[in-house]
């Protein structure tokens, strides 16, 4: 199948490849897009050399299949291009996320919503995702009513420059200049400022977390607030999630359900120090959750720790996934031709 992988040379579309590569997706033919800047740079994929092409020209190929991480404005300008000429693209950014045509797909969790019309579809924030891998179990058991999410991001979620303004902060001698993405130093720091501020002093990855989640677990009656923080972590996203059900909870009980839930790794013994940790999760694909414990101040309340790999299960082996489900269920214009 042709392939094309559009800002294959930033951090989400090299993760991208490289799981494309290791899950062995059955890429015939590669187009990796770039910025006209990057257009003839040399791509490895699969031990073959892949020149990056223009957009232009990745669409006149019509691709069976676009998987998309090159910024909103990119993906709303370029993704109904590429739909047009029969291409299903799967887009990473926020641009269709929320919009009521467009599917948002955790395969873990709503998979299914998924038909032949859907010629964009929107992976989800690389902190929902992992949050909803987690919860979507609990949900169908004990209904919740209410989250409060606090997030502990690593640097790598905001793209290229910003591992580049931590790793010169790190190396630079007293007085050396640094390219700065973040308003502040980002090392020895934490910064309580994820994408803009909205109107209501929240920030847009905040709000992320509220509209996506109540989209992907299909309930628009749950209540949720969060505080979404950068710290100096390369990659991994760390989350600390308070939860309130409708209905009371075995605390064995709910070990069991994240046990069995697909894609979930229960990190959680006390005894030897066992939790989940962002330099562990690191190039894995699991979501991993630790810290299972009942919250004693609040009736039929719990609280988690959940961590997860924000390039690969947040972002990249999210969006393969999809595309790997759109062929077992013969979505895409190959199969289906
Ligand atoms: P380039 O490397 O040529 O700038 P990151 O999120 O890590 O910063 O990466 C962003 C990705 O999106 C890069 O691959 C970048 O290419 C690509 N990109 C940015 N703007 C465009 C554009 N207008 N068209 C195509 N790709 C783009």
């Not at 005894?271 to 962002?278: D, E, G, I, K, T």
Request: net charge negative; proline share 5%; charged share 25%.
């Amino acid at each position: 199948m042709k392939v094309a992988v559009v800002g294959a040379t930033g951090m989400v579309g090299r993760v991208m490849l490289k799981v494309l590569e290791e899950r062995n997706f059955p890429v015939t033919e590669l187009l990796p897009v770039a910025s006209a800047r990057s257009v003839g740079k040399e791509i490895d994929f699969k031990g073959k050399k892949y020149k990056v092409v223009s957009m232009e020209d990745a669409i006149a190929a019509a691709p069976e299949l676009a998987l998309f991480s090159a910024g909103g404005g990119t993906s709303k300008k370029y993704a109904p291009e590429f739909a047009a000429v029969g291409t299903t693209v799967v887009d990473n950014s926020s641009a269709w996320r929320m919009d009521p045509d467009k599917k948002l797909v955790v395969p873990e969790i709503n998979k299914d919503v998924l038909g032949p019309d859907d010629k964009i579809i929107a992976n989800p924030n690389c902190s929902t995702i992992q949050m909803v891998v987690a919860l979507g179990p609990l949900h169908s058991k004990y209904n919740i009513m209410r989250l409060v999410i606090s997030t502990y991001q690593s640097v790598s979620g905001t793209g290229k420059d910003a591992v580049n303004q931590m790793s010169q902060e790190r190396s630079a001698l007293p007085g050396e200049e640094v390219d700065m993405v973040y308003n502040y130093p980002i090392d020895m720091n934490c910064i309580p400022h994820c994408d803009i501020f909205l109107d209501n002093g929240y920030t847009k990855e905040e709000m992320k977390l509220v509209h996506e989640t109540r989209k992907i677990l299909g309930d628009d009656n749950i209540g949720i607030t969060a505080t979404a923080v950068r710290v100096p972590v390369i990659g991994g996203h760390s989350e600390a999630v308070n939860i309130s059900f409708e209905k009371d909870f075995d605390i064995e009980e709910v070990k069991q359900l994240l046990s069995d839930a697909p894609g979930c790794v229960v990190q959680d013994d006390l005894a030897n120090n066992v939790y989940p940790m962002p330099r562990y999760a690191h190039q894995k694909d699991e979501v991993f959750v630790g810290r299972i414990r009942r919250d004693e101040s609040a009736a039929n309340s719990l609280n988690l720790w959940i961590v997860s790999d924000n390039l690969r299960k947040g972002a990249a082996t999210n969006a393969v996934q999809i595309a790997e489900h759109l062929v077992e269920a013969g979505l895409l214009k190959m199969v289906t031709a």
